[in-house]
């Protein structure tokens, strides 16, 4: 299986990828995707949410690989005066995946070169991944 992400204003907190199973945790809840059995040029309607949360944004079958497009949370960009917009562009084997890893890319940042992504909270107490400026280091 081949996981996407897209950035969105709310996602599980994290995944578990297996085989051809998705099961997306959110606040201790747990909702199973066994989507083995998802055809060839088939066409995807929607996924259940887990606890109220979407999960699974898109999936198809190209070739027999099974390609599932998954949420990835994101807030306001912390770095001063910039904002960040998102993009998912990165497709990596489900083995690869780490829910410490933000897998789509802020954009609207030309030319600056002191940022880093990180996961924050916004001003609601809402987290997510965003951007801010880098901690100077000491000299």
């Not at 609601?124 to 400026?133: D, I, Q, S, Y």
């Given at each position: 299986m081949?996981?996407?992400?897209?950035?969105?204003?709310?996602a599980?907190?994290?995944?578990?990828?297996?085989?051809?199973?998705?099961?997306?945790?959110?606040?201790?809840?747990?909702?199973?995707?066994?989507?083995?059995?998802f055809?060839?040029?088939?066409?995807?309607?929607?996924?259940?949410?887990?606890?109220?949360?979407?999960?699974?944004?898109?999936?198809?079958?190209?070739?027999?690989?099974?390609?599932?497009?998954?949420?990835?949370?994101?807030?306001?960009?912390?770095?001063?005066?910039?904002?960040?917009?998102?993009?998912?562009?990165q497709?990596?084997?489900?083995?690869?995946?780490?829910?410490?890893?933000?897998?789509?890319?802020?954009?609207?940042?030309?030319?600056?070169?002191?940022?880093?992504?990180?996961?924050?909270?916004?001003v609601?107490?809402?987290?997510?991944?965003?951007?801010?400026?880098k901690?100077?280091?000491?000299?």
């Open positions: 081949k996981a996407k992400f897209l950035a969105t204003g709310a599980p907190d994290y995944y578990t990828l297996s085989g051809e199973t998705v099961a997306a945790h959110n606040k201790g809840m747990t909702e199973e995707y066994n989507l083995s059995d055809p060839e040029g088939g066409l995807f309607q929607s996924a259940d949410p887990v606890d109220g949360v979407p999960a699974i944004l898109n999936v198809e079958r190209v070739n027999g690989d099974l390609y599932v497009t998954l949420c990835q949370q994101v807030i306001a960009s912390q770095y001063p005066d910039l904002k960040a917009h998102w993009r998912g562009q497709v990596l084997d489900s083995a690869d995946y780490d829910p410490d890893t933000c897998y789509v890319t802020p954009t609207g940042l030309s030319g600056v070169y002191d940022y880093e992504i990180v996961r924050g909270k916004d609601a107490g809402v987290e997510g991944w965003t951007v801010r400026r901690a100077e280091e000491p000299a």
